[in-house]
């Protein structure tokens, strides 16, 4: 999409507004298909939480993938976006039994990683076969909250807890029909991907029903420039070989299966957001959006890196600023950027906003949330509207409390 494309979609959609490249999703996905060519049975769920609006959902529905959920709604909206039951994989962490078993009810795929819930729902249903997320211990992630692999994590049946699984296994008769990995965002490594890998093999042989192996996600995008991004195309190799070699040996051609959220969306999205007000102060030159944390809460909650773009002004003189929300506690998006100039009134881009944005996104401070654009074939589709004062108070229930103050006056 081209700089002016985006500034159309502010004028026409208004400000905030989040805009995804349906072309460059479509990209990411054959990339990641083309690099695992080799495999017979590949199957790619898309990981719902990184951007869960219906047209994105329906859109990667068309390319042929699957969808990864971790809540029952996200379940339920994977349904009405079209999948199948046998296109979703549920892989929650930490919900009730209950919620398992309604997901199993409506014909999902089960991933389970905790081996107290394991052996109820094999003692209740040991008709319905799972698959078990494998917690291999292998460091990775760049990001201490979303690093998930390590000891203490709370993700995954540990491998030093295969005998306790095999154990529940053969008394409640229930099969395991996939064995499953995330090691947690940010890989940037493929060595310790596919040593990761090497331990989910090992762990697979102990278990003689298997359709699929499911090695997670995480794969790493370039947020900046050069930053180091994960090299699909040689993990495809190396592990694609290794792979059928497995197969082989398993004795069966087994599905290998991904779920990536933000190697599919990230960079599809742009979100743009107006300037208010340009404001120096003794140490700075702030440039105040008409937006904040409450839209874009990667950088207060993660750290993470936004470029920022000033696409009503691409050819201006670069100048330093702070670029900062209207959120009333500290809401930094960027601090020192280099930026084109900027004069109040300016739209600015936010790269990399597909992934963990609007699927984060907020009412704190009672603002409306963000209008969502999808590009697709050179046209702006919107597909959700800006939120509007009904939506912030719909759910809100008021208490009358005038009768109260009637009673106390008779007293
Ligand atoms: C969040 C998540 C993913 C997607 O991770 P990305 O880093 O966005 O690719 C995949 N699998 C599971 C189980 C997850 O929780």
């Given at each position: 999409?081209?700089?002016?494309?985006?500034?159309?979609?502010?004028?026409?959609?208004?400000?905030?507004?989040?805009?995804?490249?349906?072309?460059?999703?479509?990209?990411?996905?054959?990339?990641?298909?083309?690099?695992?060519?080799?495999?017979?049975?590949?199957?790619?769920?898309?990981?719902?939480?990184?951007?869960?609006?219906?047209?994105?959902?329906?859109?990667?529905?068309?390319?042929?993938?699957?969808?990864?959920?971790?809540?029952?709604?996200?379940?339920?909206?994977?349904?009405?976006?079209?999948?199948?039951?046998?296109?979703?994989i549920?892989t929650?962490n930490?919900?009730?039994?209950?919620?398992?078993?309604?997901?199993?009810?409506?014909?999902?795929k089960i991933n389970i990683d905790n081996l107290?819930i394991l052996e109820?729902?094999g003692?209740?249903?040991?008709?319905?076969p799972v698959c078990i997320r494998i917690n291999p211990h292998v460091m990775a992630?760049?990001?201490?909250?979303?690093?998930v692999g390590h000891i203490?994590s709370?993700f995954g049946i540990s491998i030093h807890q295969i005998p306790h699984i095999l154990r529940i296994v053969e008394?409640t008769?229930m099969t395991i029909n996939g064995i499953h990995m995330h090691t947690g965002?940010?890989i940037?490594?493929?060595?310790v991907f596919l040593y990761a890998s090497e331990i989910l093999f090992e762990t697979a042989k102990q278990f003689k029903n298997l359709d699929f192996i499911d090695f997670g996600s995480g794969?790493?995008?370039?947020?900046?420039?050069?930053?180091?991004?994960?090299?699909?195309?040689?993990?495809?190799?190396?592990l694609?070989?290794r792979f059928n070699d497995f197969c082989k040996e398993y004795g069966k051609e087994l599905t290998l299966a991904f779920e990536?959220?933000?190697?599919?969306?990230?960079?599809?999205?742009?979100?743009?957001?107006?300037?208010?007000?340009?404001?120096?102060?003794?140490?700075?030159?702030?440039?105040?959006?008409?937006?904040?944390?409450?839209?874009?809460?990667?950088?207060?909650?993660?750290?993470?890196?936004?470029?920022?773009?000033?696409?009503?002004?691409?050819?201006?003189?670069?100048?330093?600023?702070?670029?900062?929300?209207?959120?009333?506690?500290?809401?930094?998006?960027?601090?020192?950027?280099?930026?084109?100039?900027?004069?109040?009134?300016?739209?600015?881009?936010?790269?990399?906003?597909?992934?963990?944005?609007?699927?984060?996104?907020?009412?704190?401070?009672?603002?409306?949330?963000?209008?969502?654009?999808?590009?697709?074939?050179?046209?702006?589709?919107?597909?959700?509207?800006?939120?509007?004062?009904?939506?912030?108070?719909?759910?809100?229930?008021?208490?009358?409390?005038?009768?109260?103050?009637?009673?106390?006056?008779?007293?």
């Amino acid at each position: 999409m081209t700089e002016n494309q985006l500034l159309k979609i502010a004028q026409d959609f208004g400000s905030p507004v989040y805009v995804y490249d349906a072309e460059k999703i479509e990209g990411q996905y054959n990339r990641l298909t083309s690099a695992f060519k080799n495999v017979k049975n590949l199957k790619i769920n898309y990981a719902v939480k990184a951007l869960s609006n219906i047209s994105i959902l329906k859109l990667l529905h068309s390319l042929g993938s699957g969808i990864d959920t971790v809540s029952l709604q996200e379940v339920q909206l994977g349904l009405a976006a079209g999948f199948s039951p046998d296109q979703i994989i549920f892989t929650p962490n930490g919900v009730s039994l209950h919620e398992i078993e309604q997901a199993a009810k409506l014909g999902v795929k089960i991933n389970i990683d905790n081996l107290s819930i394991l052996e109820q729902f094999g003692t209740k249903h040991p008709e319905v076969p799972v698959c078990i997320r494998i917690n291999p211990h292998v460091m990775a992630g760049g990001n201490a909250n979303i690093s998930v692999g390590h000891i203490d994590s709370k993700f995954g049946i540990s491998i030093h807890q295969i005998p306790h699984i095999l154990r529940i296994v053969e008394n409640t008769k229930m099969t395991i029909n996939g064995i499953h990995m995330h090691t947690g965002s940010d890989i940037l490594d493929i060595e310790v991907f596919l040593y990761a890998s090497e331990i989910l093999f090992e762990t697979a042989k102990q278990f003689k029903n298997l359709d699929f192996i499911d090695f997670g996600s995480g794969f790493k995008v370039p947020y900046k420039a050069g930053d180091i991004e994960t090299n699909i195309e040689e993990l495809g190799k190396k592990l694609s070989a290794r792979f059928n070699d497995f197969c082989k040996e398993y004795g069966k051609e087994l599905t290998l299966a991904f779920e990536p959220g933000k190697f599919l969306v990230s960079e599809s999205g742009s979100f743009l957001a107006q300037v208010n007000a340009v404001k120096q102060t003794t140490s700075t030159v702030f440039a105040q959006i008409d937006s904040g944390f409450n839209h874009l809460i990667r950088p207060m909650f993660y750290g993470s890196h936004h470029d920022i773009v000033n696409i009503s002004n691409p050819k201006g003189r670069e100048r330093f600023y702070t670029v900062v929300g209207y959120i009333c506690e500290t809401d930094t998006f960027g601090n020192n950027r280099r930026i084109n100039e900027i004069s109040e009134g300016d739209v600015l881009c936010f790269k990399n906003a597909g992934a963990y944005c609007f699927s984060m996104a907020s009412n704190y401070n009672s603002r409306f949330r963000p209008a969502e654009v999808l590009w697709y074939k050179n046209k702006a589709h919107l597909i959700r509207k800006r939120e509007t004062f009904e939506d912030i108070i719909k759910n809100q229930v008021e208490v009358d409390f005038s009768i109260k103050k009637e009673k106390q006056l008779v007293k």
